[in-house]
């Protein structure tokens, strides 16, 4: 056990490496970069003195130095202009949008991030699996082929538009203020019960929009996962055993339908984060999405790179969980079954 | 009707429909049986007869497209209790509910697959005692640990914790039968509880339910294709035959005098280890085609002197992980030392139970696997030749001459190439030939199987089982082979499909002076086509010998287990339980001296008389 | 608005003062100050010292009345939107705090300064007002300035790009001299007319720094093991780049700089809403004696720009103007009598709203020869259909015509407008044929290679007015049998392929200043900046003094620049408004930049209550330095229930 | 019939008669082939697959519906009311034109009435009236603007023209006049060929190194599977994101336009490939296939006869599901003004120019890009699920 993690841990390791050169690369694929971008707007515009403090920069991180030094200085085996500094030694670098180190900016907003996703999370299951079960147990009834219908529906209807209606409709008819996870109000604001229902109330959009077409994908997987299950021998022995219906069903075939989406639970993040990107986007929600994409617009690449690494390494890290849990709920895996 | 009191389970007058793409197709009509209390009643018949829809029936676990279309089923559970008509319950209702799994419990064939791999046994056996007799869950341990005991499961404490996939074959089959009776059914329902394992096993659990029935006076309903295990099982017989009851009544009537032309049939199409000599199965329905397999114009070559196929000395290692989190591998050791060799014109019967090396040994027959030591020789009439030395035009020739048929005769056949192209795509790999002969060649084939040649424009897809299997052996035909390899040719097929599949090949063999190297787990059928028979088992050869002598005088332990275990459709010639009870037979190091094997002690084979091959140890004989 | 005008001109030449206006220097004494309510209760607590120690001893007063507006009542709080968090830099544009400043009628009078004494545009002397604090309560004196001067422009290690070029005159830095603690004073040997203009232009370049806090910083005066751990503390190499990162004068993302604003960032705003309040210290009061600014705190909420609209038209917008644009009006005006807010809708002061742009200066050599021939950029100017442009973009409130100055400057001239601009497609076709295109299949001319004359108009992507603008005119010129095909581009593509002559033509907005006054720099319109993308080699030359680009080497061209010299050398206004008119007049000829409608709307979203914005004026980034020159300081709430600040 | 008493039985069960059925048997009635539909049989795995697939009637529908979708493609130009660049000056912001049969209680036949705006200053709108005294039939089959077909030669031949004289924007027109539906119309070529191009390339991709993981496997498997999972576990956006970037900017739309199209089939591959993989794998372990390596058929033949065509149907269908999401894929793009922009006209780029708050209480028929958007990528998955359903006839 613990030699497979420590194996596991050993490829995590080398894929993340990987992983991080790619994103390196892609970051840098873009002509130009943010600084030199910069520059030539603020000259455009007359602010030679802030062009001089981006020319700055521009040595203090190294981006006059070759792109495979860059990386190397970013990941932190190399010698940046400050020495050793990168991730390795738990610098993630500085965001030139933001003039602030990359933690300070991405910090408030992780969490949000993982809220959001979570709500989302929640809401695709449980929304999703009662519905597939029906429409598994129900097959090829008007039942199916309606949930089966709106479940499309949902991943038909570009997200980004969707939620503008609805953000319009939620506003007019409930008075929700148009944007962010809050009202703005609470922005500076302490916890208090107020902001939470607040924060509730702004959660709902984003939810429901980004949860539908997950909603979608996810019923139709579990649906003919169960199908398989349903048609297994060990299903007709709980029948056989009198097991009441729904409790055979839960406990057995579902059970059995739960695993490939215990074995996907570290793919769906980068999903998720795709997915909210738009979403967050249109709805002005302070999560990384957002963040992420005005990033790479703007070649913010300490920024944008560290973003696709959290998701990398959460993803990895989601994998390896996955595969623990899967281990810990089917003990074939646990147990090597041939 | 018994004389003193109701049966336990009546059932008259049954239908059950099956729906599929809006047309109804009647899948039991007017089936009508009882079940005496504390007796056995077999449900003969071969696949699609009807005899599982029949015990679903009983305990309402139809699937969805089927419906009950008539008839009852009545169940009385004590001779003064109330009888229920089981056809007019709820299936989910709380009554059925009580009665499955309570009153009436059920085994099936795959104990692998009946046992959900994710719960412990005991959690799964445990289950039908809390619900239908409530209790702690204490108490329902201590319980499944009584039955465990009682089946016969080594160390019930443990078993309660393991996992399905844990246990063996019969284990978990014995789990399965625990389940079964830890509330104590008045019905037991067994559909082909035996089917899938292997012959010594399938004798031991036939003698425990057997004991546990009586013991507890249950009455078993028991569901099988094998007349052997009737013979050995039944009081009473039920026949079955497309859906419907052809012949029933006690099992000295139905075994001594089977009326109804089917049973007939049935019962001569079953090989039996006291056939006279050159005595031909009967097949329900014979092939026609011996005259053109006679009049055949297919062209052999020159014959060779000795062996066709000679084998010294394979091995092979199989290296395997043993779980996910260990990084240990396991070695398995698939064959050792296997020394065969398969004359011109004969058939080398290869037995063996589940796992013995058989068809690994086919395999690097075919070079499909390549031995770690030893060497495969071939002769075309050329001399012998190592197969594995084999290149480019060598190969392909090999590849020509020696042929193989699957057990799986739905996998064996693409299904997306019509027969036609089935036929003739091994000719041509191999010939360069017109259409025109191609076609003149396919025809020949299909018929020769018989077929009609008007088939060949069909796909797969519109085949049964044995037709399909037909057409494998007209494609493995179809280049004129010296050696035909059958792994396990008729293990997926009705015996009375056997029999005609078990004919054809025997007609072609005289025909075509082919050899064959027939690989199969059942003695029987290896008697009835094999001129010399190699036993097998845990990758060694123990015993070969020409089947005549192997039969009369079968000296290795293994092999005499073997022999014992086969349930003959004779009612004179009962189960030996008694040789079967040890268990041991089937590992090599509990043999009794001199063929215990193990602790890598060297083994040979040794001839104890003419032809007559048996392993045994070399340092005990050394030291004798 | 001209008659202004005229007295500044005055106000600009040589030798003049720049001086408080009269009312300023009235005695402070007849003036009651009165505490803001905001601070009263601090001041009563002995933290804050009252408004009298505050102030200078000679505040900027603010007369109201006579600029027609009304005194207001101190107090409240006023939302507004920013698109991100970096937008907090455009409070120095709208706050618009200045050493000198334009009034709302493009005035240029002192602010920070309590007088400025310019001789001939060489010899700058520049009086502070005795007494004016840092927002922190320190004070601002000339040691500020030359901390500026002396330690960070003249530092190899801040300024590694040495003196800026705004402060150079014939390539020459001036001499600095701190004549006592509240004035200083610049001298150049020649004229340096853009030090003025500098100081007022909406991004100010900021010449005083507040020394005492940055001292701390800087490797000359900051103890080194302090100054090392502080280096450490933030990861960088050295104590310039903290230095750096410590002076964002101009970004406002330091909230513990010290700032002369009329309102400072509260520190530890989370990033969804920036806190500024009202700073103690500011500088100016109104004749009432109360300090301004009168609005307590500015909210700025960061939402996504997309939203601004449905942010208002919710009425979650107390006060909006940036990230607004025309085609928000329908839905803002829509919002306006639900949520309790008007929308002001101004004139963008821009030359034209979407200008052509053929590059003289391309690579390829026929375009190039083509792009040179007057006859062609008139023949395209006179093809386009101004009035339906204007009737399809801006409801037909636009003005047609060229890319040059607005009436509203004194400078305008309506010639400069109409030359070449009028709708005429069979002198454009007369013209064209002229050049010698003529017409092949399917009636597209053909260039003197043989190629149709296709013509690539690329465009920066993030502009939909282009490319709309660029559709209507691809049916105008398809009349006179030219092919135009848009190509939206990236901005920083588009520019670095300017850069390089691979455009043959860009559609780009038209003049960013185009309500000049003669002592704003005419740079737009010389061939001296490479962002002009009428000549971007001819621009690289002059300023890469000659390493990179071509020289100017077309005759008309070449008076543009000489007029732009002389500008540069001019001591009076009449010598600058000479050399505009010559420019104008130059441009209005030869069509180098294709101008085609001006005067978009600017939507204003102002809550009921808030007083003192004016309901129409122009509105730009310079010289109007966005709302800057508006004085949004003296904004009020004139109703009593929104003053009370909303509790958070 | 004979009842032989068990000796064994239990005393009180008394013995059961032996019972024989009467009814004739005949063995041969009963084979099997005997008389059943030799249709069926000779029916090769497409036809009974097409069979399969016509029994799943929603996906029959959808199948239709695209089919009259992709068949309108290649004349957009006829089927159009309009040509793309259209401007109609004085209708800016026209709400759509509802079409009438009945006139004052008379049947005229489909009409339209016309209506003009006046530009009501107060609130920046264009206020649309309709007269109704004058009804404007529509005209079929009819000569109507011209257009350039596929740039090849001028004609003015339309399905559906407006009125003599008069409008028909029966989706209403946008802020330059030009009419909705015509642009709805001329976008789908943009945004229905997206799809197919991409597949195209993804299944090429997913083929390709699916093949070689699944049919080498070994190291070059594992090297394919890494290559997958680190793909998918960067979100896929930012990847397009940063590919449509890096796209070389001096690319002709048209350019561009593949360019997205092949980043879309880039960044999908690895699905398919693991389909290609898992179907290989499963495929290799059927008899048929180890007899044709036992028969000495060569690799191209085992692949090319055996092992093609027999997932090749069930790989169709599963690439039938991506094409809703590379259609999504390319709005999503075009939203956020990274795929294709003006001039081109595709959906993506229509939705991107209506997505803001005016459309949505102003100008709602601008969203109506959204329906054809819908309607696609529900049918798409529709049909794909009924492939997949009927991809296996012989289930």
Redesign the interface.
């Known amino acids: 056990m613990i030699a497979y993690i420590a194996r596991r841990l050993l490829t995590m390791a080398g894929t993340l490496l990987i992983i991080s050169a790619l994103v390196f690369v892609i970051i840098k694929l873009p002509p130009g970069d943010f600084l030199t971008n910069q520059i030539a707007e603020l000259r455009s515009q007359g602010g030679e003195a802030a062009a001089t403090k981006a020319a700055f920069l521009i040595k203090q991180y190294g981006l006059d130095l070759p792109v495979w030094k860059q990386y190397l200085v970013w990941i932190g085996v190399w010698p940046g202009p400050n020495g050793f500094s990168g991730l390795l030694q738990g610098d993630w670098g500085w965001s030139f949008e933001f003039d602030r180190p990359v933690n300070e900016v991405v910090g408030d907003t992780l969490w949000l991030t993982l809220l959001v996703n979570i709500a989302v999370l929640i809401f695709v299951h449980v929304v999703s699996i009662p519905i597939a079960i029906f429409s598994a147990v129900r097959q090829y009834s008007w039942g199916d082929y309606l949930a089966t219908f709106i479940g499309y529906i949902g991943l038909a209807m570009p997200n980004f538009l969707l939620a503008l209606i609805l953000l319009y409709y939620t506003n007019r008819w409930f008075g929700i203020s148009i944007g962010g996870l809050y009202d703005p109000q609470y922005a500076n604001a302490p916890w208090s019960w107020n902001k939470v229902v607040s924060l509730g109330q702004h959660l709902i959009v984003p939810t429901l929009v980004i949860g539908l077409s997950g909603t979608a994908a996810m019923i139709r997987r579990m649906r003919a996962n169960l199908l398989d299950e349903l048609s297994k021998q060990y299903y007709v022995t709980a029948k056989a055993k009198g097991v009441p219906p729904t409790k055979a069903l839960l406990k057995y075939p579902f059970r059995m339908a739960l695993n490939p989406f215990v074995a996907d639970i570290g793919n769906i993040l980068p999903h998720l984060v795709s997915g909210s990107i738009l979403v967050s986007l249109v709805l002005s929600l302070p999560t990384v999405g957002p963040i992420l994409l005005g990033a790479l617009r703007s070649q913010d690449q300490f920024l944008a790179a560290f973003i696709l690494m959290f998701v990398a390494i959460l993803t990895v890290i989601g994998m390896l969980i996955s595969d623990l849990l899967l281990a810990w709920l089917d003990p074939r895996i646990r147990l090597g079954a041939r | 009707m018994g004389v003193s009191g109701p049966a336990l389970l009546a059932v008259s007058d049954l239908a059950v429909n099956f729906a599929s793409h809006g047309t109804t197709t009647r899948a039991l009509d007017g089936v009508s049986f009882t079940i005496p209390r504390g007796r056995t009643v077999a449900l003969v018949g071969e696949s699609g007869s009807g005899k599982s829809v029949t015990a679903q029936a009983i305990l309402r676990i139809l699937p969805k497209a089927a419906t009950i279309a008539g008839g009852s089923i009545v169940f009385q559970e004590t001779q003064d209790g109330e009888a229920v008509d089981i056809t007019r319950l709820d299936p989910s209702g709380r009554q059925m509910l009580g009665l499955r799994g309570g009153s009436i419990a059920m085994i099936f064939q795959e104990p692998m697959s009946s046992l959900s791999p994710l719960h412990t046994v005991g959690d799964q056996v445990t289950e039908a005692y809390l619900l239908h007799k409530g209790g702690s869950r204490a108490e329902a341990r201590r319980a499944a640990e009584a039955v465990f005991a009682r089946v016969g499961l080594p160390d019930p404490a443990r078993v309660f914790v393991t996992y399905p996939f844990e246990l063996s074959g019969g284990m978990r089959q014995r789990a399965m039968i625990a389940m079964a009776l830890i509330c104590q059914p008045a019905l037991l329902i067994a559909d082909e509880p035996t089917t899938a394992l292997d012959v010594t096993t399938q004798a031991q659990i036939l003698e425990l339910i057997k004991d546990l029935q009586a013991e507890t006076g249950m009455s078993v309903l028991l569901i099988t294709h094998d007349l052997g295990v009737v013979a050995n099982m039944a009081d009473e017989v039920v026949v079955m035959y497309r859906g419907r009851i052809v012949e029933s009544g006690e099992r000295e009537a139905i075994f001594r005098d089977p009326q109804h032309a089917y049973l007939k049939a049935l019962m001569r199409a079953v090989p039996r280890f006291d056939m006279e000599p050159g005595e031909r199965l009967t097949p329900l329905r014979e092939i026609a085609t011996a005259d053109l397999i006679a009049a055949a114009p297919i062209t052999v070559g020159p014959t060779p002197k000795g062996p066709v196929l000679d084998v010294t000395g394979i091995s092979k290692v199989f290296t395997l992980r043993a779980g996910w989190f260990s990084g240990n591998l396991r070695q398995v050791r698939a064959v050792s030392d296997v020394n065969l060799t398969l004359m011109p014109g004969t058939t080398l019967g290869l037995v063996g139970e589940s796992g013995c090396g058989k068809t690994t040994v086919s395999k690097m027959i075919m070079r499909a696997l390549k031995p770690d030591e030893g060497r495969i020789r071939f002769d075309d009439g050329t001399g012998l030749r190592d197969v594995q030395s084999l290149e480019g035009e060598d190969l392909l020739r090999y590849r020509r001459a020696v042929q193989f048929i699957f057990q799986d005769p739905f996998s064996s056949l693409n299904p997306r190439m019509t027969v036609y192209q089935l036929l003739t795509e091994p000719l041509r790999i191999h010939e360069q030939i017109s259409e025109a002969e191609k076609f003149a060649k396919a025809k020949m084939l299909i018929e020769m199987v018989g077929l009609d040649k008007r088939h060949l424009r069909r796909y797969p897809h519109s085949f049964s089982g044995g037709q399909r299997q037909r057409l494998g052996i007209a494609r493995a035909l179809a280049l004129s082979p010296k050696v035909l390899l059958c792994d396990e040719p008729v293990s997926a097929l009705d015996v009375s499909v056997q029999a005609q599949i078990l004919n054809l090949l025997k007609d072609l063999q005289a025909a075509l002076g082919l050899s064959y190297l027939f690989v199969s787990h059942n003695l029987a059928v290896v008697d009835y086509i094999a001129d010399t028979i190699a036993v097998m088992c845990r990758g060694h050869i123990v015993e070969q010998a020409p089947k005549a002598l192997l039969f009369r005088n079968p000296v290795h332990p293994y092999t005499q287990a073997l022999l014992a275990a086969v349930p003959d459709p004779d009612l004179d010639h009962p189960l030996d339980f008694d040789t079967l009870r040890t268990g041991r037979f089937s590992d090599p190091t509990a043999w009794p001296h001199p063929f215990g094997l193990g602790n890598d002690r060297p083994s040979q084979m040794e001839e104890i008389e003419p032809d007559h091959w048996v392993r045994t140890t070399t340092s005990e004989r050394a030291a004798a | 608005m001209t008659r202004v005008l005229n007295r500044r001109e005055l106000l600009l030449q040589a030798g003049a003062t720049l001086a408080v206006l009269p009312l300023a220097t009235r005695a402070l004494a007849d003036i009651a100050l009165q505490e803001a309510p905001l601070f009263a209760e601090q001041v009563a607590a002995g933290k804050l010292p009252p408004i009298a120690q505050r102030l200078p001893k000679q505040p900027f007063v603010s007369d109201l009345a006579a600029n027609g507006r009304v005194i207001g009542k101190p107090g409240g709080s006023m939302t507004t939107l920013i698109a991100k968090l970096r937008d907090v830099r455009y409070l120095s544009a709208n706050a618009y705090t200045r050493l000198v400043g334009y009034t709302d009628k493009l005035v240029l009078r002192p602010d920070i300064l309590s007088a400025l004494d310019n001789e001939g545009n060489r010899v700058f002397t520049l009086r502070l007002r005795e007494g004016h604090r840092w927002s922190d309560g320190y004070p601002f004196t000339a040691e500020d300035f030359r901390y500026y001067w002396e330690d960070i422009v003249n530092n190899k290690q801040l300024s590694p790009a040495g003196v800026p070029t705004y402060m150079l005159a014939d390539g020459k830095p001036p001499t600095f001299e701190v004549l006592d603690e509240h004035t200083v004073r610049y001298t150049w040997a020649t004229p340096n007319p853009l030090f003025l203009p500098t100081m007022a232009a909406p991004q100010d370049p900021f010449i005083y720094r507040p020394a005492h806090f940055l001292r701390n910083y800087h490797g000359k005066y900051a103890d080194k093991d302090k100054l090392d751990q502080l280096v450490a503390k933030a990861k960088v190499r050295s104590w310039a780049p903290l230095h750096n990162r410590m002076d964002s004068m101009l970004e406002n993302s330091n909230p513990e700089l010290p700032t002369l604003f009329p309102w400072r960032a509260v520190p530890a705003s989370s990033g969804a809403r920036i806190v500024f309040e009202r700073n103690p210290y500011f500088h100016r009061i109104d004749t009432a004696g109360q300090q301004l600014p009168y609005v307590d705190q500015v909210l700025a909420d960061v939402a996504s720009a997309s939203l601004f609209a449905a942010k208002s038209n919710a009425g979650e917008v107390d006060f909006l103007a940036r990230g607004l644009v025309m085609n928000d009006i329908p839905v803002l005006k829509q919002g306006e009598g639900a949520q309790g807010y008007k929308t002001l809708l101004w004139r963008l002061a821009r030359g034209s709203e979407v200008a052509l742009y053929p590059n003289l200066t391309t690579v390829d050599p026929v375009w190039r020869q083509l792009n040179r021939d007057v006859r062609f950029r008139r023949a395209l100017s006179l093809a386009i259909d101004r009035h339906t442009i204007n009737n399809a973009l801006l409801f037909g409130l636009g003005q047609e015509g060229n890319n040059t100055v607005r009436e509203g400057s004194a400078l305008f001239e309506p010639s400069y407008r109409s030359k070449w601009a009028q709708h005429d497609s069979a002198a454009a076709a007369k013209l064209l044929d002229d050049v010698g295109l003529a017409k092949g299949s399917g009636g597209i001319r053909n260039l003197p290679d043989g190629r149709p004359a296709e013509i690539v108009v690329e465009v920066d992507g993030d502009t939909g007015l282009a490319v709309d603008t660029l559709e209507l005119i691809t049916e105008f010129w398809r009349e006179v049998g030219l092919k135009l095909f848009i190509k939206p581009q990236d901005r920083t593509i588009l520019r670095n392929r300017a850069y390089e002559g691979q455009t043959v033509m860009v559609a780009s907005q038209g003049l960013d200043n185009a309500i000049p006054t003669a002592g704003m720099v005419p740079g737009e319109l010389a061939p001296v900046h490479q962002d002009n993308l009428a000549w971007p080699r001819w621009g690289q030359y002059v300023e890469t003094k000659g390493t990179s680009g071509e020289p100017v080497d077309m005759p008309e061209a070449k008076k543009l620049l000489e007029a732009y010299t002389a500008w540069l050398r001019s001591t009076d206004s009449a010598q600058q408004a000479a050399a505009w008119h010559a420019m104008l007049a130059l441009h209005a000829d030869n069509q180098w930049i294709i101008g085609t409608v001006a005067g978009a709307l600017q939507p204003i979203v102002l809550r009921d209550g808030l007083a003192n914005l004016p309901a129409e004026a122009l509105y730009s980034w310079a010289p109007t330095s966005l709302l800057g020159i508006y004085r949004i300081d003296e904004i009020f709430w004139d109703r009593q229930d929104r003053r009370i600040a909303k509790a958070p | 019939?004979?009842?032989?008493?068990?000796t064994?039985?239990?005393?009180?069960?008394?013995?059961?008669?032996?019972?024989?059925?009467p009814r004739p048997?005949d063995?041969?009635a009963?084979?099997?082939?005997a008389n059943e539909d030799?249709r069926?049989?000779?029916?090769?795995?497409l036809t009974?697959i097409w069979w399969k697939f016509k029994?799943h009637r929603?996906a029959l529908a959808s199948a239709i519906v695209l089919l009259v979708f992709y068949a309108m493609l290649p004349f957009v130009e006829v089927v159009a009311p309009y040509p793309l660049?259209k401007?109609h000056?004085d209708f800016?912001y026209a709400p759509p034109q509802p079409v009438h049969l009945m006139h004052e209680g008379r049947f005229v036949g489909p009409f339209v009435y016309p209506y003009s705006f006046k530009?009501n200053l107060?609130?920046?709108?264009r206020d649309y009236e309709v007269d109704r005294s004058t009804p404007q039939p529509i005209r079929f089959f009819c000569k109507g603007d011209t257009y350039s077909f596929w740039g090849l030669f001028d004609a003015s031949f339309h399905l559906v023209c407006a009125p003599e004289g008069g409008t028909m924007f029966l989706a209403g027109t946008d802020?330059?006049?030009r009419d909705v539906l015509s642009r709805i119309i001329y976008g789908a070529r943009i945004s229905l060929t997206v799809g197919l191009l991409g597949i195209a390339v993804s299944f090429a991709l997913g083929l390709l190194f699916g093949g070689l993981a699944g049919y080498l496997g070994g190291w070059v498997d594992n090297v394919i599977q890494?290559v997958i999972?680190?793909l998918?576990?960067?979100?896929?956006?930012?990847?397009w994101?940063?590919?449509s970037?890096?796209l070389p900017?001096?690319w002709?739309?048209l350019l561009v336009f593949f360019g997205i199209t092949i980043i879309l089939g880039l960044l999908d591959w690895p699905g398919l490939a693991r389909a290609v993989r898992s179907k290989l794998l499963a495929l290799r372990e059927?008899?048929?296939v180890?007899?044709?390596?036992?028969?000495?058929?060569?690799r191209a033949?085992i692949i090319g006869?055996?092992l093609i065509?027999?997932f090749m149907s069930h790989l169709i269908a599963s690439a039938t599901l991506s094409i809703?999401s590379m259609i999504?894929g390319e709005?999503?793009l075009s939203?956020?003004?990274l795929g294709l922009?003006?001039?081109i006209t595709s959906w993506g780029v229509l939705?991107n120019?209506?997505?803001?708050?005016?459309s949505?209480?102003?100008y709602p028929w601008l969203?109506a890009p959204?329906a054809p958007?819908?309607?696609v990528?529900?049918a798409f998955?529709?049909m794909g699920?009924g492939l997949r359903d009927a991809a296996d006839?012989?289930h």
């Open positions: 019939m004979n009842v032989i008493t068990h064994k039985a239990p005393a009180d069960a008394g013995s059961t008669p032996h019972f024989v059925d048997f063995p041969g009963s084979e099997p082939m030799e069926y049989w000779r029916a090769s795995a009974l029994r929603v660049t401007r000056g800016l530009f107060d609130t920046f709108t802020r330059l006049g890494r999972e680190i998918r576990s960067l979100p896929e956006l930012p990847l994101l940063a590919l970037a890096a900017a001096n002709s739309p059927e008899d048929f180890k007899a044709a390596e036992l028969m000495g058929a060569s033949r006869k055996h065509p027999n809703p999504l709005t999503a939203f956020l003004g922009r003006p001039p939705l120019e209506a997505q803001n708050l005016a949505v209480n102003l969203l959204i958007v819908v309607i990528v529900l998955n529709f699920d006839p012989y």
